[in-house]
């Protein structure tokens, strides 16, 4: 069997993704030595309109299942921001840059900016903040910001965008699986943590077999 791989699909600004976080976190704790990429889906990237108080009532609505049903955190007070322009491209590009800096596979940053926005209500779109939560991270401001601001950045961030689209992948957060030959999707939407390790050790167990 070849080294198998976890390709999950995320944006900062997705509360399903949010809601999902958890259960990444078993994902890998329980296969610790299947590596996870982490590549950026392009929720609502390159968004210039601030959002309507119809958006907003379907938002915050949106919002309220993801809490029922996850039981992650959400500060509410977000929807008394004026003029808020939810776009997702900031934040999946401060994501890039730290993993260009860094090296890791980006999953707790991801969980630190998902924290950020939904727990906390900090703005994503704000370069300033985002040079915060990556310092927070320990990451140098400085070199962020340079990242960050750069034409790599977008570009990877913008090759993420094209990847995920090219694999198929409509709806985030998106699990899908590699096994050196082939792409399996694992689950699309955010799932129950005994629904997806049935469907991971199904997924494992057939590659062995195929291989």
């Known amino acids: 069997m070849g080294q198998l791989r976890f390709i999950y699909f995320a944006d900062p600004m997705c509360s399903w993704c949010w809601g999902f976080s958890p259960n990444m976190e078993k994902v890998r704790a329980t296969w610790p030595d299947i590596p996870v ?10 968004v ?52 260009q800096i860094t090296g890791e596979n980006g999953l707790d940053f991801l969980a630190r900016l998902h924290g950020a ?28 910001r340079e990242m960050f601001e750069s034409d790599r950045a977008r570009q990877l961030t913008e090759r993420d965008i094209g990847f995920a689209r090219q694999l198929g ?5 998106a699990l899908l699986g590699y096994d050196e030959e082939r792409y399996r999707l694992i689950s699309m ?17 057939n590659s062995a077999t195929v291989n």
């Open 169 to 173: 992948v409509q709806g985030f957060p």
């Open 117 to 144: 926005f939904y727990r906390d209500n900090r703005d994503l779109t704000d370069a300033a903040v985002l040079a915060d939560i990556a310092g927070e991270h320990g990451v140098d401001r400085a070199a962020f």
């Open 48 to 99: 210039t309109k601030p959002m309507s108080k119809r958006v907003k009532a379907e938002v915050a609505n949106h919002w309220h299942h993801v809490e029922e049903a996850t039981g992650q955190p959400f500060d509410h007070r977000f929807f008394e921001r004026e003029g808020f322009v939810y776009d997702t491209l900031p934040s999946s590009q401060a994501l890039v840059a730290v993993k």
């Open 37 to 46: 990429r982490l590549g950026m889906g392009g929720l609502y990237p390159g």
């Open 189 to 205: 939407g955010w799932q129950s943590w005994d629904w997806l390790e049935q469907v991971i050790e199904r997924w494992i167990s």
